[in-house]
């Protein structure tokens, strides 16, 4: 029997390509099945991490059974250059071929800042300060009603100005909008003014279906050139916690500033925080009503009157009820 000797070179080219075959088997099934992490896993890319480098983080944390035949695999589908840095959360025993799709597509976790109506500038840009995954200083330059009260969504690594704009550029669209649908006849040459009063308003009220009303009043009083009487501009102006240990003290209605409605017709020079766009609509729609007074009933609302003689009725019934001061 003739027998054909098999070139050593021949041997070993066939030997590498069987390993190279059994690895990228090995890979295609270590993709396919569930990965080795017990609980959801958080990691952070920074940016010009190199595949290698990924997938290495990937094995040590538990994401990923083989660092290498993650590797190969990444490499073969041709999305070598194509990861990206970032925050990912991974689900418990997630399988590598979705976390290379996670990576790829940029499928990072998106962080929520919100910002809540009725809090004033000062307010958020502390609360942003401390937020997590944001870089950057906080742009203390932001004025009072800038930024509109809703949830914003962020990536780790964005700036704090970044998000701030963004704060500033939905509150300009929404008074834009709402300046736009405004009532006919209400008492208000620039979109600013809606906006302090929106905030008077905001402050004024938690019940949301009080907001006209309450704009409404306001309006009222400043077609009559009657003076606002707000409580919450007068605690702007004095730049101290209210509370029911301390509340309003005849001294604090008499102070002298800008913002005190007790001793000034017309709106404050501005803004007294952040109002949402459920105040801001009901400032340029307020309820047609005679009211001109209100005062808080002790549930969270307001009794409403439309004359001095009605609204002293109002307060001697809430006080014989221990409802109002």
Do not use: C
């Not at 066939?14 to 959801?40: K, N, Q, R, Y």
């Not at 006209?212 to 009559?224: D, K, P, S, W």
């Not at 501009?233 to 002298?256: F, S």
């Not at 005062?295 to 609302?301: L, P, Q, R, Y």
């Amino acid at each position: 029997m003739r027998r054909t000797a098999v070139p050593a070179a021949s041997l070993a080219t066939s030997l590498i390509l069987l390993a190279a075959l059994a690895s990228l088997v090995g890979a295609v099934s270590m993709f396919h099945t569930p990965g080795p992490s017990e609980e959801e896993i958080t990691i952070i890319l920074p940016r010009g991490t190199a595949l290698r480098a990924i997938a290495a983080e990937l094995e040590s944390v538990g994401i990923i059974k083989n660092a290498a035949a993650f590797t190969l695999w990444v490499r073969v589908a041709g999305d070598a250059g194509a990861l990206k840095a970032g925050e990912y959360h991974f689900p418990a025993r997630v399988r590598a071929a979705e976390v290379a799709r996670m990576l790829s597509t940029g499928d990072t976790f998106r962080r929520r800042f919100t910002v809540i109506e009725g809090h004033t500038t000062a307010r958020v840009l502390d609360g942003l300060a401390a937020a997590g995954g944001l870089k950057g200083p906080v742009p203390r330059a932001a004025a009072e009603g800038a930024l509109l009260p809703e949830t914003y969504l962020y990536e780790w690594g964005d700036t704090r100005a970044e998000l701030v704009e963004r704060m500033q550029e939905a509150m300009d669209q929404t008074l834009a909008e709402v300046w736009e649908s405004r009532a006919e006849g209400l008492p208000f040459d620039f979109p600013e003014e809606i906006l302090i009063l929106a905030s008077i308003v905001e402050r004024e009220t938690g019940v949301p279906e009080e907001r006209a009303h309450i704009a409404g009043v306001f309006v009222n009083r400043l077609r009559l050139g009657m003076r606002l009487q707000s409580d919450p501009t007068v605690v702007y102006g004095i730049a101290r916690a209210v509370t029911e240990e301390e509340p309003l003290t005849r001294e604090d209605l008499d102070a002298e500033h800008e913002y005190n409605t007790y001793l000034y017709a017309g709106l404050p020079p501005g803004a007294i925080a952040n109002p949402g766009r459920a105040a801001l609509v009901a400032a340029a729609n307020p309820l047609e009503s005679d009211d001109l007074y209100f005062v808080a009933d002790g549930t969270g609302g307001h009794a409403f009157a439309s004359t001095l003689e009605q609204h002293n009725r109002n307060v001697a019934r809430l006080r014989a009820l221990g409802r109002t001061p």
